[in-house]
Each structure stands twice: as structure tokens, then as C-alpha cells.
């Protein structure tokens, strides 16, 4: 069966820095990644997303993460944080032609002043 | 178009007693899924309906149960409630079977006294 692990319960950053949020998965056949992120008292809204092709996936607020086969990770990267990125990240996995997604604990992203 | 739609967003109840919640999806949208949220076990997947059927239940006893309607809509019921049922229960939209399509509603948050 397929897991995700997200190695870091909360990672703290100060604003304009670089942040690398980790995830590895488990499976032993292809699969679909995610990532999601939670704001305070809301609902999880999809950030990013690797089907296939370019391994390398951006989202529209300038995060990006690189799926690594070999390493079995999907870590999301941010060159600058800003404050509004204050949330809670989730990596998830899908097997290609399952239909449930299998989400990570969460890493908590605190940005610092 | 609408988002997905979660009733109630806040629900207090005491041990032994039942509850419903319900869910809309987005318009279009054949294919709903729930998911349970606490701090100590992350996000866990219960169940997924597309079309009125139960097509993918996660390992939870058998007091979770839910249901669709013919309009999409989505209920979940647990009965015999725990302290240990307290918890963010979230449902998830998607147009047909592509599991990277979900879009998530905000959350009923559940507190079992």
C-alpha cells in the first residue's frame, strides 16, 4: 500500500527566505502527487500537481515542487515566503487509476517577521 | 460557479448520539468524496460516491456510513458518536473519476462532548 511521509511537523522561515517543505512517498507502481494547502479555518485547496511529463510542476503563487523517482519525493520549494503563505501544506499520493488520494500528517509553515 | 458546500460548519453533540452531515458539490460534479481531520491522524479517507454508488471506503467502522442522491448531493451519517469522533470532516467535489480534479468544501468541524 502507498504512504506519504512529510518529515517536518512545522517549519519556521523568516519572510523573504527560501523555504523547502519535504515529502516522500511509498508505492510500488506509478503514481499521481500533490500537494494541498490548508489556510486557518478552511478547506484544502489544491496547490500543485504531477500527473506526468515535465517532473518539475509550479503553482501560480510561485511554488514549485519536482518529483524524483529514483528518491521517491515530491518536496515543495518556495524561493521568497510571504506572510500570506502562512498555512498548513499537505503532500498526497494516488495511485494512477485508484481513486482515493492518501494525504501526509501536514507541515505547518510559520513565517517570521 | 458555487463552491463546494458543507452544512453545518459547526456541530456539538454528546456521546452516544448520531449525526449528519451534508455536503453539495459544485455544479457538474458527479463524484464525492469525505475525509476526516485531526491533529494526531492527519487527514484520513472514509468514502467516495460517483453516481449514487459507493465506489472506495476507507478503514473506518462500520458507524460511518454516508450516501449520495441523485442530485450529487452527499450526506454522512456516524451514529453512536465517540470523543474520538470530534474532529474536521471535509468533502471533496470532482467532475468524474480523475482523482486530480477535487475540490474541497470548508470543513464541518464536529466536537463530541
Known amino acids: 500500500a502507498q504512504s506519504v511521509t512529510q518529515l517536518d511537523s512545522q517549519v519556521p522561515v523568516f519572510e523573504e527566505a527560501p523555504v523547502e517543505l519535504r515529502c516522500n512517498y511509498s508505492s510500488s507502481v506509478s503514481v499521481y502527487l500533490f500537494w494541498y494547502v490548508q489556510y486557518p479555518n478552511q478547506g484544502l485547496q489544491l496547490l500543485l500537481k504531477y500527473l506526468s511529463g515535465s517532473t518539475l510542476v509550479e503553482s501560480i503563487n510561485g511554488f514549485e515542487a519536482e518529483f524524483n523517482k529514483s528518491q521517491t519525493s515530491f518536496h515543495l520549494r518556495k524561493p521568497s515566503v510571504h506572510i500570506s503563505d502562512t498555512a498548513e501544506y499537505f503532500c498526497?499520493?494516488?495511485?494512477?487509476?485508484?481513486?482515493?488520494?492518501?494525504f501526509g500528517k501536514g507541515t505547518r509553515l510559520h513565517i517570521l517577521p | 460557479k458555487a463552491g463546494v458546500t458543507q452544512t453545518p460548519r459547526y456541530l456539538i453533540k454528546t456521546r452516544g448520539q448520531q449525526v449528519t452531515l451534508s455536503c453539495s458539490p459544485i455544479?457538474?460534479?458527479?463524484?464525492v468524496s469525505w475525509y476526516q481531520q485531526t491533529p494526531g491522524q492527519g487527514l484520513q479517507f472514509l468514502f467516495e460516491?460517483?453516481?449514487?454508488?459507493?465506489?472506495n471506503k476507507g478503514n473506518f467502522p462500520g458507524r460511518f456510513s454516508g450516501r449520495q442522491f441523485s442530485n450529487s448531493r452527499s450526506e454522512m451519517n456516524v451514529s453512536t458518536l465517540e470523543l474520538g469522533d470530534s474532529a474536521l470532516y471535509l468533502c471533496a467535489s470532482s467532475p468524474g473519476q480523475r482523482i486530480d480534479e477535487q475540490f474541497f468544501g470548508p470543513g464541518t468541524r464536529l466536537t463530541v462532548l
Open positions: 498526497a499520493v494516488s495511485v494512477m487509476g485508484d481513486d482515493k488520494i492518501i
Open positions: 460516491y460517483f453516481s449514487e454508488t459507493q465506489r
Open positions: 455544479s457538474g460534479h458527479r463524484s
